[in-house]
């Protein structure tokens, strides 16, 4: 089934039809109501963030007699109520419109972006571990219609072959990769302890991602100890390496969508 068909069966399965365009009633209508009746006067599916929003409120201090020019009404009414309409693209002009209640938000793809990113020092398996390990944080809690990110490795060429169906989770896992594919250090300095709030991943799952990280880049090793208490990492490592150990740990503790 094609993510276009997926996306209108759940849409249709939550949202009350509207006979023909019809006329809506005076009163309290759901939100729902209002997306349905927006499908049959644009033609176009329309996506809702999730099943909630289509249960928010909206008063019609009238009736509302629906033809194919009321678009723009049903766009007004639903972004009083901070609903806001944003328009979909699948390869042609116009698809369908994504309901969301973040005027910010960017809209669902439904074709994945693909990146290849050519390794220099690291294997492409590892590369594919250190991905799969923040994907696990950044993909907790997919919308329905959203497909988790898929990674491959190319052994032949060094490389790693990236899909993902958000433009901001793609930043991240690129980020990963230009923080670990970096040169090892040669000789040995005198370690430094130094320690780490955790600030959006939870402590253990930090600690674990770091650690990867830090394997896949080679050279001087590095340790770090939990503190649960506190939520933070204890961190041994060479004086000069503390810059890149700061710097891996700013793309790996941030707040998911960030």
Known sequence: MSA???LLSLVLSHIPFVEDLGTLPAGNLPAGVLFQAYTAVSGNPLIPENERVGNRSIRLAVPLVLHRDSEAILRALLRKQ????????????????????DPTAAPPLFRPLVRVHRLRYIKPDAAIDLLRQLA???????????????????????????????????????????????????????????????????????????????????????????????????????????????????????????
């Not at 901070?82 to 209640?101: H, Q």
């Not at 958000?166 to 040995?188: F, K, M, N, Q, V």
């Open 82 to 101: 901070g609903i806001f309409l944003m328009d979909l693209r699948s390869g042609r002009p116009k698809f369908g419109c994504y309901a969301t209640t």
């Open 4 to 6: 276009e068909i997926l």
């Open 136 to 258: 696990s944080q950044l993909e907790r809690s997919l919308r329905e219609f959203e497909e988790p990110s898929r990674f491959v490795a190319d052994e032949r060429t060094g490389a790693v072959v990236v899909n993902c169906f958000s433009r901001e989770r793609l930043r991240r896992y690129l980020e990963l990769l230009e923080a670990c594919d970096i040169p090892p250090e040669e000789g040995t300095h005198r370690p430094i302890l130094r320690t780490w709030k955790a600030r959006y991943v939870d402590p253990k799952s930090l600690a674990e991602l770091l650690e990867k990280s830090w394997q896949a880049r080679g050279g001087q090793p590095l340790t770090v100890v939990v503190q649960v208490s506190s939520g933070s990492l204890l961190i041994r490592v060479s004086r000069h390496l503390w810059p890149e150990v700061e710097g891996l740990l700013g793309v790996l503790d941030r707040r998911p969508g960030s």
